[in-house]
Nanobody, 124 residues
Framework: QLQLAESGGGLVQPGGSLRLSCAAS????????MGWFRQSPGEEREGVSC????????NYADSVKGRFTISRDNAKKMVYLQVNSLRPEDTSVYYC?????????????????WGQGTQVTVSS
């Protein structure tokens, strides 16, 4: 069993940055691809970025490419999402998930575990 807990969200002005963190407990991350999703009220969950088990492969949705960076530290059981140049349309609840398939559009599939989410609000 794996438990995931996100943190690092908050209120930021357009153009600002945040570092989202996902802390894992209960099991090793070594065998999981990891991903970040976001979901706003009334919207479908959107895959934002994913990273393979070793960290050598990272993928991003077109909407965040060049602005967001995903990384992981398996020894610390942590996954990060550096979000820069934030826009109002990035406002959402961001979730991390552990799964097995990281696709080129930044979506993680076959995910078995996910956290409770952290709110990111971009507003002036």
């Amino acid at each position: 069993q794996l438990q995931l807990a996100e943190s690092g969200g908050g209120l930021v002005q357009p153009g600002g940055s945040l570092r989202l963190s996902c802390a894992a407990s209960g099991d090793t991350l070594d065998y999981y691809a990891m991903g970040w999703f976001r979901q706003s009220p009334g919207e479908e969950r959107e895959g934002v970025s994913c990273i393979n088990y070793s960290g050598r492969e990272t993928n991003y949705a077109d909407s965040v490419k060049g602005r967001f960076t995903i990384s992981r530290d398996n020894a610390k059981k942590m996954v990060y999402l550096q979000v820069n140049s934030l826009r109002p349309e990035d406002t959402s609840v961001y979730y991390c998930a552990a799964g097995f398939t990281c696709t080129a559009d930044g979506t993680l599939y076959e995910y078995e575990y996910w956290g409770q989410g952290t709110q990111v609000t971009v507003s002036s």
